[in-house]
């Protein structure tokens, strides 16, 4: 008789010896893109026919459009929707960056998912265009311009409009990099009025405006959502020291590119498909609308099933910080605070259509964002892995440096050929220099 012990365990069926195989050819992208097809086949059907058939129709990375989608239900519901954890009250701004080449469709995949609330913006400028005929006298005050969006460069004209504008505000930008410039610049003294913006508002902390020719204020309570693009050889851009050390990259949900359609199709989008996406955003916006207007909130609860599982997972993410060096170290901190977020910006997704707003969050909800809380956190560790990654040096660097040593350690010219592989002229070139 064969000794048993002796036997290794093989998988007998096709589909497990299939899932071996895969699991370990698949590379990190493979698997963020199996991510994300789990992710969108459990949203709600007006959401996940909107990514689908956008990427079918449109040619739109799947990626980019279920990250502007949850930029988009950001601003639809602003400061008019909260949960609570223990002594906490979370809400559900966060900061997306999409992260591809030039003509990657960052910027189309972002128009189309915001566009029901543009029109909503569109609406309420044209509003603000007639107050402002109406007023004959210099000495009446200006009508406040309600705004869900703003593209403005300047941080005192965003936080201008977002004081104007309490419930939120979307800073949207085609290019993000412009951010990080002016941060990382120390001649600038806007780069850390920028950085206190985006630490102070992702925790809907208070906002102070002290100004020497105008009107001082103060936002109470901020709520700024951050969308843009960039491109992957300004991605380093980011990762600059002081936005490290003081915890402001962590609190961004990178996606880089996965998903690719280059089949041209001479079918339009649907309009159904269309048509049920903008009236699920729309409904989630007038639901925060009348809120705002009577100057009160919702503060959703949970099931007990899912309060377990989050106590859970946050202790988990506790527990694995211990083992983990920067900057991973400092992101799992920071999704003990996007899990909040993620869950609740779900819910309402999950409750638009019907406009269920009042009920509690499932543990199905709360499965999903913890799902997509990872995939973000995947997307992460991909980008650090390939900023911390040393830059390889070019053929003039390699023989630069040979060259150096050699004539610090006395050794004749026509060696460096020799050595590198490289032609005596050309070595005699960079010799001379």
């Known amino acids: 008789m064969q000794d048993n012990k002796n036997q290794t365990n093989i998988p007998q069926?096709?589909?497990?010896?299939?899932?071996?195989?895969?699991?370990?050819?698949?590379t990190p992208?493979?698997?963020?893109?199996?991510?994300?097809?789990?992710?969108?086949?459990?949203?709600?059907?007006?959401?996940?026919?909107?990514?689908?058939?956008?990427?079918?129709?449109?040619?739109?990375?799947?990626?980019?459009?279920?990250?502007?989608?949850?930029?988009?239900?950001?601003?639809?519901?602003?400061?008019?929707?909260?949960?609570?954890?223990?002594?906490?009250?979370?809400?559900?701004?966060?900061?997306?960056?999409?992260?591809?080449s030039r003509g990657g469709y960052k910027t189309p995949s972002m128009n189309l998912a915001i566009k029901p609330l543009?029109?909503?913006?569109?609406?309420?400028?044209?509003?603000?265009?007639?107050?402002?005929?109406?007023?004959?006298?210099?000495?009446?005050?200006?009508?406040?311009?309600?705004?869900?969006?703003?593209?403005?460069?300047?941080?005192?004209?965003?936080?201008?409009?977002?004081?104007?504008?309490?419930?939120?505000?979307?800073?949207?930008?085609?290019?993000?990099?412009?951010?990080?410039?002016?941060?990382?610049?120390?001649?600038?003294?806007?780069?850390?009025?920028?950085?206190?913006?985006?630490?102070?508002?992702?925790?809907?902390?208070?906002i102070d405006v002290s100004r020497k020719t105008s009107e001082s204020f103060r936002i109470e309570k901020s709520y700024p959502s951050v969308l843009g693009g960039i491109q992957h050889q300004l991605i380093s851009k980011m990762f600059s020291n002081k936005n490290l050390e003081s915890g402001l990259l962590d609190r961004f949900?990178?996606?880089?590119?996965?998903?690719?359609?280059?089949?041209?199709?001479?079918?339009?989008?649907?309009?159904?498909?269309?048509a049920g996406y903008n009236q699920a955003i729309t409904n989630i916006y007038q639901k925060r609308d009348a809120l705002n207007d009577a100057g009160q909130e919702v503060c959703l609860d949970m099931v007990h099933e899912a309060k377990d599982k989050l106590y859970d997972y946050i202790q988990d993410k506790i527990d694995q910080q211990n083992n983990l060096e920067s900057p991973l170290k400092e992101y799992l901190s920071k999704m003990r605070i996007s899990i909040h977020k993620l869950v609740l910006l779900l819910h309402l997704i999950k409750v638009s259509q019907e406009k269920d707003f009042y009920s509690q969050i499932s543990l199905e909800t709360l499965n999903l964002a913890i799902e997509l809380n990872e995939f973000y956190y995947s997307n992460f560790k991909l980008i650090t892995d390939k900023c911390t990654q040393p830059t390889p040096l070019n053929k003039k660097d390699v023989v630069n440096e040979v060259i150096?040593?050699?004539?610090?350690?006395?050794?004749?010219?026509?060696?460096i050929g020799q050595l590198t592989g490289y032609s005596n002229g050309y070595v005699s070139k960079l010799w001379n220099r």
């Open 118 to 206: 543009k029109l909503v913006d569109d609406m309420e400028y044209r509003n603000y265009k007639e107050k402002i005929k109406d007023i004959t006298d210099e000495t009446q005050p200006k009508p406040k311009r309600k705004r869900l969006f703003s593209q403005e460069t300047t941080i005192e004209s965003l936080l201008w409009n977002h004081y104007q504008n309490k419930y939120s505000i979307g800073v949207y930008l085609d290019e993000i990099s412009y951010f990080f410039d002016v941060m990382n610049n120390p001649k600038d003294t806007k780069g850390s009025q920028w950085r206190n913006m985006l630490l102070q508002g992702n925790t809907n902390g208070y």
């Open 253 to 274: 949900l990178f996606t880089v590119d996965l998903t690719k359609n280059s089949r041209l199709t001479k079918e339009s989008m649907p309009t159904s498909v269309l």
């Open 29 to 100: 992208k493979d698997k963020l893109r199996d991510q994300l097809n789990n992710i969108i086949s459990k949203l709600p059907n007006d959401y996940r026919l909107f990514i689908e058939k956008s990427f079918f129709h449109l040619l739109l990375p799947k990626e980019y459009v279920l990250s502007s989608i949850l930029f988009t239900v950001c601003n639809a519901s602003g400061l008019a929707f909260c949960t609570e954890f223990g002594e906490y009250k979370n809400y559900g701004n966060l900061y997306f960056v999409l992260v591809g």
């Open 13 to 26: 069926d096709i589909d497990s010896i299939d899932e071996i195989i895969n699991k370990n050819l698949s």
């Open 404 to 415: 150096n040593m050699a004539k610090n350690n006395n050794v004749p010219q026509n060696i």
